[in-house]
């Protein structure tokens, strides 16, 4: 007598819809400047919590895999408008915490730097898009509810670093929640 032994089953495929079940996208569906975003955090966070250097950390993270595929003008613009603005950003962010900024973890404080750095210098990034992208950093980076406290400040602030927008977007009715991200191509 022969025993057929069961086949293995296949796992369940996953879904077209450039998002991963936890609700993170799909590095696939990924613009340019998003992977951009997220290799600017790292370094930031590298910054923040080791001190190091920014042109250390600037040629260790060139060469972690997957960089290529970054907007890399845009990379330098953040990791290092954020390290040379910090005193700025951190003024503008400090009055809207409700905590001291010690007890901001990395990954937060370094996503509100991200968001401040566009919201001044990245004018052709709509402000929803800023938020967007900052919200989906904290989601993936940082703690079970660090978006929440990401999205807060940096909704805060948005009405004061890009009043004209803000308004004009309340004048047509679009409210204060964040839009899909205009960088990434459709999924």
């Known amino acids: 007598m022969s025993e057929s032994t069961p086949t293995p089953a296949r796992p369940p495929k996953q879904s077209r819809t450039g998002l991963k079940s936890t609700g993170a996208r799909k590095a696939a569906s990924k613009s340019n400047r998003s992977r951009a975003r997220e290799f600017a955090l790292q370094a930031l966070y590298q910054h923040l919590v080791g001190g190091n250097d920014a042109h250390a950390i600037d040629a260790f993270t060139r060469d972690l895999a997957g960089f290529h595929k970054a907007d890399s003008v845009h990379y330098d613009a953040l990791l290092h408008g954020c390290i040379a603005t910090a005193a700025d950003m951190d003024a503008l962010i400090t009055p809207l915490l409700d905590r ?14 991200i968001g401040v750095y566009e919201f001044q210098h990245c004018l052709d990034v709509p402000w929803r898009v800023v938020l967007n992208e900052c919200i989906e950093l904290a989601k993936e980076f940082g703690g079970t509810d660090g978006h929440k406290y990401v999205n807060a400040v940096l ?12 308004a004009a977007d309340k004048a047509a009715g679009k409210g204060s929640s964040p839009a899909a991200d205009e960088d990434t191509p459709p999924a």
């Open 100 to 113: 001291k900024m010690a007890e901001i973890s990395p990954i937060e404080h370094a996503v509100m730097w």
């Open 155 to 166: 909704n805060g602030l948005a009405p004061k670093l890009r009043a004209v927008e803000v």
